[in-house]
């Protein structure tokens, strides 16, 4: 049973955006952090952004990301967002987001980003973002 669906990857120009939808289908959002991952060939995984749940008032974001990426939630559609303007190449890989209730009360910071997925309660396939010329 599919509980976690991400959708928005596509191929494109370095300088332009995407946005990345994770749906969640069978349970309620809200009061789930998310967390975007992402794993490139030959690259270790990346923890991207973190979004506390219910209201979203905790943000963590890689460096690596930071300034160009932006993370939201729609509680309503139960739906997490990863907006992402002036890729680069570098950011060719697989997004995948995971869920879970409890996840932001074992880590305090921004460490949250370097926990595994398995620590996920949730974690949805990926969806593939390729920037390229």
């Known amino acids: 049973q599919v509980q976690l669906v991400e959708s928005g990857g596509d191929l494109v120009h370095p300088g332009d955006s995407l946005r990345l939808s994770c749906a969640a289908s069978?349970?309620?959002?809200?009061?789930?952090?998310v967390t975007w991952f992402r794993q490139a060939p030959g690259k270790e995984r990346e923890g991207v952004s973190y979004?506390?749940?219910?209201?979203?008032?905790?943000?963590w974001y890689a460096d690596s990301v930071k300034g160009r990426f932006t993370t939201s939630r729609d509680n309503v559609k139960d739906i997490a967002y990863l907006q992402m303007n002036r890729l680069t190449p570098d950011d060719t890989a697989v997004y995948f987001c995971?869920?879970?209730?409890?996840?932001?009360?074992?880590?305090?910071?921004?460490?949250?980003?370097?926990?595994?997925?398995?620590?996920?309660?949730?974690r949805g396939q990926g969806t593939q973002v390729t920037v390229s010329s």
């Open positions: 069978s349970f309620s959002l809200d009061y789930y952090a």
């Open positions: 995971a869920a879970d209730k409890y996840i932001g009360d074992k880590f305090g910071d921004s460490r949250i980003l370097g926990a595994g997925p398995e620590r996920y309660e949730y």
């Open positions: 979004i506390s749940g219910p209201d979203g008032r905790t943000v």
